[in-house]
């Protein structure tokens, strides 16, 4: 055997340098990829998506300007909810009291003025002040006696409407005495006209502060300290954030939040109603959810919470107009949020 | 365990007061509403306060979470047998599933008295004092028709109902003004199934004015035509109106309602709502009192509407535009018999 011939044994084997396993992407990988860097995308695509499906399946009557607006105005008062209810639970809460402090906020707005003859402002004012009250209450509850802010809420939830029905004796004040004596109330409920499209105000109103809780959660120290304390507490603790501080403020904004939805929807229902949006609170937590917001705190986009108000709306005309049962409605809707969560989860587990 | 200790102490307390009383030979009642946060049941539970203050007898109030809790009432009624007390008035959450703990009071030697509510099957209870939910939803079909005259044989009607459950007070007061308009319901027990081109749809509004609202657009996107608007109740018919109003039709639409509170009445007078059929929670509970008040004392019940399988504690229609062939009272009546 010649000695330039002694590695010919090796001639079979893989001559390629040691690497790391590459394998070919598939489109599904990359679309993991994007989506895990645009977390927002997810509820957008659904969205854009629903819109197309009902389109084509309701026809001119769903895919009008009209009745486009229409679910905006419908979906106005849940996304206000659901901007408060972004803030909790990107701090790893929940609130289940979001709407009743809202209706508690509107029956004073509505008695002070009406009932009692205070300058309508005024009124305004001191039913914003008791729904951050509120706000500040549960969450003293969650930092101070250290309790979980499910159980805080589930308490002042039913606290917080069993003072309403106490106050008003469940009365509804009538659309026709707020006109005469405090039309300011009902400012949320002006129409704007714009084309075919009608909008209200009170749609402005929920634009606008997913806007500014768009700019002041990703751009101001407080927003990041939300999505710290929500992430990690103990490590944001160490970072020197103050987390109990920072959790009672989300409290007391997300309490003003609901002050100003319990304006607004004064001006959608037209009556002050004690006993409207019964199911407001879980109506926010879907939309919440839907948008990607992760229940665990610390991860999501606020605006999600806008496009899932807007899904559920859209599921919620786009199947009453297709002319199905209402039934159908819930039982979309609930398989919505599994899939919504179930996508969330696959997301997050994104490989390099 | 002090807490334990405490709780024993109150419950030996009010025990021995329960058996004071009883020996002042004051007779107990008690009432079981649905919810405590309905104007209906408030009104209920004041008239029925106030007529046991009246006959001397003791009065307990229960009340459901919210509506549909049904477990809260059994615990009611089981209180109420333990109590001692003598009869008890009860609007059902769960008309099939409370008979058991009716019959249970029954055999304890407890008068039952369902109200505004008939339990299923209805003569499970000793007595039913309440609406006739039909007939008043007749009324206020009868009464469209008539103003429509010759324009209701091409109406577009639009249905606000109360829940995708079709709880039986719903389905009565729905079947009852489609007959009374001249609308063949096919099965009376369910709203929905008819085939009357002239219904333009069912939508639901749980009865308070956010559902109405929200209930009527939907309504109006299916078609912006809809001249007459059937409501479950004067909340509803209130958010319809808004809805109406935003859409420039608050002139032109028919609103027919049922249940006659003072704000549903008032808004007659203001033109919102054309007609309601008011019905009255507070006759419905002295008259149970006063029942519970005889069957304590010589053990008698009381007897029926004749032709009906219930007490019916009328049903008037209020309008201040009356119609022909459709008997009615005025507002400022209706006013003066509203509750809440």
Redesign the interface.
Known sequence: MSSENFEASAGGADSSVAEFDIRQKSALDRMQHFLHGNPAMVPVIILVLSVAVFGVIAGDRFFSMFNLSLIMQQVAIVGILACAQTLIILTAGIDLSVAAIMVLSSVIMGHLSVTHGLPTFLAILIGIAVAMGCGFMNGMFVTRFKLPPFIVTLGTWQVFLAVTYLYTGSQSIRSQDIDNSAPLLKFFGERIFVGGAVITTGVILMVVLFAVFWYVLNRTAWGRHVYAVGDDKDAAELAGIQSDKVLVSVYVVAGFICGLGAWASIGRVGSVSPTSFFEGNLDSITAVVIGGTSLFGGRGAILGALFGALIVGVFSSGIKLAGADPQWELFAIGWLIIVAVALDQWIRRVSA | MRTLLMSSIAAVTVMGAGQAMADAHSIEACLITKT????FF?KMREGATAKAEELGMSLSTYAGKVDGDHETQVQAIETCIASGAKGILITASDTKAIVPAVKQAQDAGLLVIALDTPLEPIDSADATFATDNFKAGELIGAWAAATLGADAADAKIGMLDLA?SQPSVGVLRDQGFLTGFGIDVKDPSRW?DEDDPRIIGN??T??????G??AM??LL??DPGINVVYTINE?AA??A??TL??FGRESDVLIVSVDGGC?GV??IA?G?IGATSQQYPLLMASLGVEAIKQWAEDGSKPANTPGLDFFNTGVNLVTDQPAAGVESISVAEGLDRCW?
């Open positions: 405590d946060i309905n104007p408030v995708e929905g939508e639901v749980a009865g308070n004015e956010e559902g609202r929200r657009e939907n996107s299916k909340p209130a958010g109106y808004e109003k935003a704000p008032q808004n203001d919102v809440g």
